[in-house]
């Protein structure tokens, strides 16, 4: 029983000594604290922007697919609606829904994109709840729906986020026109998953929405649901369609969408590791500081009968204590970083990818369990190295700081031979031949562990030749700091790895980020032969696919004092391997842009283009694991999935999915699709781009809203969504 009560007053006894030390130097607790928030909060906050966006993604998808297992899709026009009608006279599907969708925006919604999308409320019901639910549209609201023209439904949140009253008249701006409707009625669904995912969404009926996007008899796709595991039903709905139109799983298109962004989260991911990494750095430093400055009181503790065990207990608990205040403060910190992450991140991922009509912040349980764990296992595992020293010296070497200090200077050579055999490994792993962004980021780690072996002995060599040079100018005094920092080297050699991190991190991707940039005004410079650039608005920017009027080109081709005219027709269709970006050109000087590898030539490019091969980009030919030469592309066209030879690879540096470039002749022949987006004007020399623009701008503005830019303006622009794409690496710098 005594013994009990002197263990229970020692162990006391002991929590109050450590946790009078932690009081008793407040900096220093605030800086090992505060490396731990900064690192948990970066993390927390990537880790949360990254979730959002994945699940903004899977909402959207969830909004627009529904329930449903299969579509029924077709090229850029779409499908003919007599195609749905002819599946449900056939009766060959139980469940069949017709969807056109279009991204559009509205100067009373915040002009934010939406996504407009027309149903057929009478073939929803087993897709989606959003009309026959509990809570959803009044009988009379549904009414003015279906029998009212340019009328539309928004959801609750949405009306009373802008202010709006049911019965408001409002503007869509859709392909660059601008259309009147009116709100009907509102999607009032129970439960906040819902909610949440009609905030981004506008429904109308499918005459409706055919109407407003001039789609007159088209439609985008027809959804299905077909029983799992059933073979014999897609064969027969083939049977039935036209040429040019298939099935496809809805797994296998969203799956290949979401793929994309799949290194882009990654790279976030690696970035706030790093940080953490080095505020694991300033942990071991001052847990390190910590336990030196009391190895005087270790060694008297010793002396008194305390153990060894107890004494490692004593350094790790207060590691744990301090692990978990700066974990829990940087959750806090990180879910309001998260906030700003994830709009960053949403922006990037409208400009490269695809368009995310969620934009609010999600807050999983997991994130914030991983990133508190995180802080304090890291905090931890950095305090066990000094907690062990602590224990494991003798008492009487623990009244000596010197003992310490010996033994750092003997471990420099063995701690250098370990950075140097981690710094071969890591460039061995860089070296393999391998994509994989996880085989490079452990190389990277690699070698970023192995430098911060290396600064030991480093500081000893630098700090020797310091005191040579300074004890010259200044004498012995000159020679004092630089000995210092050598005989303290188990502390300041910690220092100096974690500061040598943090500024390689920062000067590598600073670099990066700046030789990029210069690369991208390299190839604008060459790419944009054009002196003005005529496009329709749209929600991305990278990816110009709205129509043009054909009144518009007319009017452009007939403009007087313009040499030439360069078309081009953007679209994204369906390969083997997914959807990718496809611009069709009408441009004799195509081949003269910078290419990767070319089979030619400029001018053997662009006649190989005119006789039905094409070119892609590098990102394309990398992600499909094309060779430099020879190489195919196969495409499913109107007239049925088709094989194209690749003549040349180029590189571009707009999308990061890819693209594949053809003759707008080729296009034509295969797509039936006379329709244009993009116009390139040729001027004469001297000419004012400027003024031409203007001109322009005003003079077809009654026809359609257009983006009129000079070259300089769309360089501008371009570079503008390059520096919005890398925010988010600037917030984690």
């Not at 299969?70 to 017709?98: K, N, S």
């Not at 790419?527 to 990816?543: C, E, F, H, K, R």
């Amino acid at each position: 029983m005594m013994r009990d009560s002197e263990t229970t007053f020692s162990s006391r006894t002991l929590w109050k000594v450590g946790w009078r030390y932690l009081l008793g130097h407040p900096w220093q607790s605030v800086l090992m604290v505060l490396g731990i928030i900064l690192g948990v909060a970066v993390v927390v906050a990537v880790d949360l922007a990254n979730a959002s966006a994945s699940r903004a993604f899977d909402y959207s998808t969830e909004a627009v697919a529904g329930r449903a297992t299969h579509q029924i899709v077709a090229g850029p026009q779409g499908l003919d609606e007599a195609v749905y009608t002819r599946l449900r006279r056939e009766g060959v599907v139980l469940a069949a829904a017709p969807v056109v969708t279009e991204y559009v925006c509205s100067p009373q919604l915040g002009d934010q994109p939406l996504q407009l999308i027309g149903v057929d409320p009478f073939a929803e019901p087993p897709f989606r709840n959003y009309l026959w639910s509990e809570g959803g549209v009044p009988l009379a609201g549904l009414t003015a729906f279906l029998t009212k023209p340019g009328a539309i439904l928004i959801s609750a949140d949405l009306l009373d986020r802008y202010g709006l009253e049911r019965g408001a008249r409002i503007t869509l701006e859709v392909a660059g026109y601008e259309r009147d409707v009116f709100i009907a009625g509102l999607l009032e669904p129970a439960d906040r998953l819902s909610r949440r995912v009609l905030e981004g969404i506008i429904l109308a009926d499918i005459a409706t929405a055919q109407e407003l996007t001039g789609r007159l008899g088209r439609l985008d796709r027809i959804d299905l649901i077909l029983p799992e595991g059933e073979s014999a039903q897609p064969d027969r709905i083939r049977a039935l369609l036209p040429q040019g139109a298939r099935i496809i799983p809805v797994e296998a298109r969203t799956g290949a969408i979401k793929e994309m962004t799949a290194a882009f989260r990654i790279n976030l991911t690696a970035l706030g590791l790093l940080a953490l990494m080095v505020g694991l750095f300033l942990i071991y430093n001052t847990m390190t500081f910590s336990v030196v400055q009391r190895r005087p009181l270790f060694g008297r503790l010793r002396c008194l009968g305390v153990t060894r065990r107890e004494v490692f207990a004593l350094v790790l608990g207060e590691a744990l204590v301090v692990g978990t205040v700066g974990a829990g403060l940087g959750l806090v910190l990180g879910v309001a970083m998260g906030q700003g992450a994830v709009r960053m991140v949403t922006q990037t991922i409208n400009d490269l990818y695809f368009v995310v009509t969620v934009r609010g912040i999600q807050i999983p349980a997991s994130s914030l369990v991983k990133g508190g764990l995180l802080g304090v296992v890291a905090t931890v595992a950095a305090a066990a190295l000094p907690a062990w020293e602590a224990a494991s010296v003798a008492p009487r070497a623990a009244l000596s700081r010197s003992g310490l200090e010996i033994k750092a200077r003997q471990a420099v050579v063995r701690v250098a031979v370990g950075g140097l055999v981690l710094l071969v490994v890591g460039a061995g792993i860089l070296a393999l031949p391998t994509r994989s962004l996880l085989v490079s980021f452990a190389g990277t780690s690699a070698a970023v562990i192995g430098f911060a072996m290396l600064t030991p002995l480093a500081t000893d060599l630098a700090m020797r030749v310091a005191a040579a040079l300074l004890g010259r100018l200044w004498g012995a005094l000159g020679r004092m700091a630089p000995r210092d920092v050598v005989n303290s080297l188990s502390r300041t050699s910690v220092a100096v790895a974690a500061l040598m991190v943090a500024v390689a991190a920062t000067i590598g991707v600073s670099l990066m980020i700046g030789s990029f940039r210069h690369t991208v005004v390299l190839w604008l410079t060459q790419t944009l032969q054009g002196d003005i650039y005529i496009s329709a608005p749209g929600v991305t920017s990278n990816q110009a696919t709205t129509v043009l009027d054909p009144a518009v080109v007319e009017a452009v081709q007939q403009w007087l004092g313009i040499d030439r005219v360069d078309t081009l027709r953007a679209a994204t269709v369906d390969t083997l391997e997914g959807p990718v970006y496809l611009f069709a050109v009408e441009n004799p000087n195509f081949g003269e842009r910078p290419f990767l590898s070319a089979d030619g030539p400029p001018e053997f490019i662009w006649q190989a283009m005119q006789n039905g091969a094409v070119t892609v980009s590098e990102p394309w030919a990398n992600r499909m694991g094309l060779p430099r030469r020879g190489g195919t592309v196969t495409i499913y066209t109107d007239e049925g999935p088709h094989s194209f030879p690749v003549v040349g690879i180029y590189y571009d540096y707009v999308s990061t999915q890819g693209t594949v470039a053809m003759s707008l002749e080729t296009y034509r022949q295969f797509w039936r699709d006379e329709a244009l987006t993009s116009l390139a004007l040729r001027l004469p020399p001297g000419a004012d781009a400027d003024g031409v623009a203007r001109d322009l701008q005003q003079a077809l503005a009654p026809v359609q809203r257009l983006d009129i830019r000079p070259n300089r303006a769309l360089r501008e622009e371009v570079l503008v969504v390059f520096d919005r794409t890398f925010a988010i690496t600037g917030a984690l710098q």
